[in-house]
């Protein structure tokens, strides 16, 4: 095995164990951490908690004992140079003795950007950076987008056939995609700290929007319901998502022009309630952004309906796009489509995706990708906006 193969192995260990504390460290990083001796792997450690220890120290720690020469640390996040809550864990790498450490993603934010690997050297430490550097980097699109912007990560799922239908002419649509890829599904609702549906979604499929988990467990997320007009209250079966022993984890996403009665309603039963101010029945996306950075929410995951998300892309607030694909094709102009309101008459026109990955599930596939805009985004003016 070549040095190179050495340090993405051991690389690959420490990228499994960020992911055990999958969608619980917000609004911090996920990373994990590796300490090998001889080729073998020593100790580990992952950063569980917000306010926890990172990675490192926890590392060090179930150690238990200085390190013997020749020891090396594989962290998948650049190292912090910075005294927060735990202290910073370059003091703590050069005071345990370690000498060699293997480093997956730089650090995202500016002010700190390699300044953790010139602390390490200058202490001495042999310094290799950027093993599977993407993979790491991955680990973190919540915390990468807030640091880079101070903003969440806006992010749609949508399941469509090859000829890009999300369901039929009558409407119906499960299953587009089958057990595995919906299992992928509920990892990322898991991830993200909020789920999104729009007043469409709600009425029609009554979706719980939680996730199930690994081990079987049901979480949930913060639950937004864009309803600009409050349509989801006023029928006398009210949605699960405002009576189940979730809903105070639920937030309507309304306007004033939805009624102040109805938003009482909702507050009465313990759901939340924003009411935006705008001068149209429309939920404003850039509004609802600023409102997510009040509230520290770093991401919100978007899963319908067809009508929320093309608004999400007509408003160019759509950051991240998970599309899984099946081997379908209804071959029917008359079949729903997920995309509407756009009007590109070139092809350097398009909307498209970068810092692309794919995935297979089964039969299904996923590209996921972050949202890349034209220029000039063209809109479909006959094309009526969210309500």
């Known amino acids: 095995m070549s040095d190179l193969q050495q340090d993405e192995f051991f690389m690959r260990r420490a990228i499994t164990l960020a992911r055990k504390a999958w969608g619980q460290t917000h609004p911090n990083p996920l990373v994990g951490a590796v300490i090998v001796e ?45 005294h927060g809550r735990t202290g910073a864990c370059c003091d703590a790498i050069r005071e345990s003795g370690i000498r060699r450490v293997v480093v997956g993603a730089t650090d995202p934010n500016p002010a700190h950007t390699g300044r953790g690997f010139e602390v390490l050297k200058a202490g001495g430490i042999d310094v290799t950076s950027g093993v599977l550097a993407t993979e790491c980097a991955d680990l973190n699109l919540i915390f990468n987008q807030w640091i880079a912007t101070g903003g969440p990560l806006l992010a749609a799922k949508v399941a469509i056939t090859l000829d890009g239908k999300i369901a039929c002419r009558t409407g119906e649509s499960k299953w587009i995609t089958g057990e595995a890829a919906r299992a992928d599904v509920h990892a990322w609702r898991r991830y993200f700290p909020g789920i999104g549906a729009g007043a469409a979604t709600i009425m029609k499929d009554n979706p719980k929007l939680t996730a199930r988990t690994a081990s079987g467990e049901v979480w949930c997320p913060l639950r937004f319901v864009f309803d600009g007009l409050l349509r989801t209250v006023t029928d006398a079966h009210l949605p699960d998502v405002y009576t189940d022993e979730f809903r105070d984890r639920t937030i309507v996403v309304t306007t004033q022009h939805g009624g102040m009665g109805y938003v009482k309603k909702l507050r009465n039963m313990g759901v939340q309630v924003w009411v935006m101010d705008t001068p149209t029945q429309r ?60 009007r590109p008459e070139r092809i350097d026109q398009a909307v498209r995706l970068s810092e692309v990955r794919n995935e297979v599930f089964g039969d299904d596939s996923l590209m996921r990708g972050r949202v890349t805009y034209p220029e000039k985004l063209l809109l479909d003016e006959t094309v009526f906006s969210l309500r």
């Open 38 to 82: 001889g080729g073998n792997v020593v100790a580990e450690g992952f950063h569980a908690q917000d306010g926890g220890p990172h990675a490192e120290r926890v590392a060090l720690a179930n150690l238990g004992r200085a390190p013997k020469p020749g020891a090396t640390l594989y962290v998948t996040l650049e190292p912090c140079s910075t």
């Open 283 to 342: 939920v404003g996306f850039a509004d609802f952004r600023r409102k997510c950075v009040e509230e520290k929410i770093g991401g919100v995951y978007f899963e319908g309906g067809a009508q929320l998300i093309s608004e999400l892309l007509r408003s160019r607030q759509l950051d991240y796009l998970f599309a899984y694909r099946a081997p379908l094709l209804f071959a029917d102009d008359k079949a729903k489509t997920m995309f509407t309101g756009l």
